[in-house]
């Protein structure tokens, strides 16, 4: 069965350094998101996105994040300069069409020190 | 603005006992409700699903039932396995919103089954 992919499992980086996340969306979908958790917190939506734009997002996607579909297969998330609380799992995930079902990858651990 | 609420984890069971995981809702509209399960190492897989009032999702021997009455989606299952160990999630969509893809997450129950 088709999977969302993500790379890596684990990141670390210090504090201020730029980070991009990656992920392989499911071939066919065209509805793009990210979602993360925080350690002891629930999974929160950060950004949808949708015919190579953003079609929403929350409160905590501020300047400082940023996502691109640079080419046919991978969707990133980049963060411009990290902060201690950006630490916590990522996930990606695709869906077919608006309203199916979301495809969750196996997350990014990112870990800020 | 949308919320749910999840029982209070960790939930220790022996193999075969009966599994009920609490789930509570708030939302505006008429939203779908989801169950998502993670077991180590993976990610978020959609479990079972119910997108209406009375509806019951059910999937792997696992159901839930919407009740708008209670606003409610309580998961159970009649007799676990060790392999049911995971981490379960409640989640909404609603419908109201511009984008489908936003789901509204539980803070996630721990599910240990022992032999």
């Known amino acids: 069965e088709p999977e969302v992919t993500q790379t890596p499992s684990h990141q670390v980086t210090q504090m201020g350094q730029e980070v991009i996340l990656r992920c392989v969306p499911i071939?066919?979908?065209?509805?793009f998101y990210w979602y993360r958790q925080i350690l002891g917190q629930k999974v929160e939506f950060l950004v949808s996105f949708y015919n190579n734009e953003i079609s929403e997002k929350s409160e905590i996607f501020d300047d400082q994040f940023s996502v691109e579909r640079p080419d046919g297969s991978n969707f990133t998330l980049k963060i411009r300069s990290t902060k201690l609380e950006d630490s916590a799992m990522y996930f990606c995930?695709?869906?077919?069409?608006?309203?199916?079902?979301?495809?969750f990858g196996n997350g990014t651990r990112l870990t800020v020190t | 603005g949308d919320s749910v609420t999840q029982m209070e984890g960790p939930v220790t069971l022996s193999e075969e006992a009966f599994l009920t995981i609490n789930c509570t809702y708030t939302?505006?509209?008429?939203?779908?409700l989801f169950w998502y399960v993670q077991y180590p190492g993976e990610g978020l897989q959609l479990l079972l699903k119910?997108?209406?009032?009375?509806d019951k999702g059910s999937n792997k021997g696992f159901e839930a039932t919407y009740r708008k009455e209670t606003t409610s989606f309580h998961l159970e299952k009649g007799s676990v396995q060790v392999s049911d160990s995971a981490v379960y999630f409640c989640a909404l969509r609603n419908a109201g919103g511009t984008s489908y893809g936003k789901l509204t997450f539980g803070q996630g129950t721990i599910l240990t089954v022992h032999p």
């Open positions: 119910a997108t209406k009032a009375d």
């Open positions: 995930a695709s869906s077919e069409e608006n309203g199916t079902p979301l495809h």
């Open positions: 071939s066919n979908h065209l509805y």
């Open positions: 939302a505006t509209g008429y939203p779908s």
